[in-house]
């Protein structure tokens, strides 16, 4: 009966000052009804940090222009979201990390109301919104000399009247001060920025697409909660299953793989739902976590089949596991500066991920082979 409830659980493993400002571009003119207006732009762009670019009187008329309005049918192959558009290092900055600016100028018409800026969802990685140089609002830690990089998640900000009133003939300049991590370069959708437009419009408007937003971001938490609290359970009914049998040492590896998977879960669903965790001890930790979780439902296939006598697939699983972690923490090292990251380190990162990987099912194939026989 362990035996049979062990291979339940085996599958189980198995789940997945005042001037006139600056005419460097014009204006784009909004009029707002109860409607709101995607900025696609076209944004003045520049890779760089100066303080100064934040002020409406700045001449960017120099800068390159990015236009951010969603082709039909695209999407983010990292998160499967749809409505995506590539960031700066598919647009003329490739391997670029660090500080990078967005500004947009627009003249409204028609708003009788407050008005607020819906940030766009889909970014990398923190930034902070200015509008006619005051700051109105932001998203991760800016404080220290490197800001603390944090999951995405949907924000608005009202634009005071005060500010509005700053601009000539209704205009308000917007900027976007953005930070990517040189960790976020490993993506393959073209990271760096802006990945969709924000929204702008009367607060009642931002507020209730906020609300949308947020609720399709928690169905995306879902899949991972229900992941978490099945392995919680199945790590209950193993403890419950050798406090009935002491005998039963075997039950011990799944009741390990199983406490680390609800582990893991948990943790992802913290990261992308709150503030908790930054981003980069979140890396760290699954760094560490992840192999050792995989390690432990090898080891439990190993003892199922028996085969815990051979030392030598043993030491395999310890060797395969320690490979794991060094590589991914010192690619976590090495990519801790910036702004810009050799192509190689990425490319023998990702080669020594893939071979960890086929490591591991050769292992395993190489468990149920001297098992079944």
Not at 86 to 99: E, F, I, L, N
Not at 168 to 185: K, S, Y
Request: hydrophobic residues 50%.
């Amino acid at each position: 009966m362990p035996r049979f409830c062990l291979l339940l659980f085996l599958f189980a493993g198995l789940i997945p000052g005042p001037s006139a400002p600056a005419q460097s571009a014009p204006a784009v003119a909004i009029t707002l009804g109860q409607s709101l207006v995607p900025l696609n732009g076209p944004w003045k762009f520049h890779i760089g940090d100066n303080p100064q670019w934040a002020g409406p009187n700045f001449d960017d008329s120099a800068w390159e222009t990015v236009d951010l309005t969603t082709k039909e049918g695209s999407f983010d192959p990292e998160q499967g979201t749809r409505g995506f558009v590539p960031g700066w290092t598919a647009k003329g900055h490739p391997g670029y990390s660090g500080y990078a600016w967005y500004r947009l100028r627009v003249r409204i018409d028609g708003a009788d109301g407050p008005l607020a800026l819906r940030a766009p969802v889909n970014v990398d990685d923190v930034y902070q919104v200015f509008a006619n140089g005051r700051l109105i609002g932001s998203f991760g830690d800016f404080r220290g000399s490197v800001p603390a990089v944090y999951t995405t998640r949907p924000l608005m900000f009202t634009i005071p009247a005060s500010v509005r009133q700053r601009g000539q003939n209704g205009t308000i300049e917007l900027a976007f001060r953005f930070f990517m991590a040189p960790r976020t370069l490993r993506q393959i959708n073209g990271p760096g920025g802006m990945h969709d437009p924000p929204l702008l419009g009367l607060a009642p408007a931002v507020a209730a697409a906020w609300h949308v937003a947020w609720e399709a971001h928690l169905k995306g938490i879902f899949p991972i909660l229900a992941s978490a609290l099945i392995y919680l359970v199945f790590s209950l009914l193993i403890l419950m299953l050798y406090a009935f049998d002491r005998a039963e040492k075997i039950v011990l590896w799944p009741l390990a793989a199983c406490a680390l998977s609800a582990l893991g879960f948990s943790l992802i669903a913290i990261s992308v739902s709150t503030l908790m965790i930054p981003e980069l001890p979140y890396s760290i930790l699954r760094s560490v976590l992840n192999p050792i979780t995989g390690a432990l439902w090898i080891l439990t296939w190993l003892a199922y089949f028996g085969l815990s006598g051979k030392i030598w697939l043993r030491n395999l699983i310890v060797v395969l596991v320690l490979w794991d972690i060094a590589s991914d923490l010192f690619f976590q090292i090495l990519t801790l500066n910036g702004p810009r990251i050799p192509h190689f380190v990425f490319s023998v990162f990702a080669g020594s991920s893939f071979a960890a990987h086929m490591a591991s099912l050769v292992l395993l194939a190489l468990i149920v082979y001297f098992g079944i026989r």
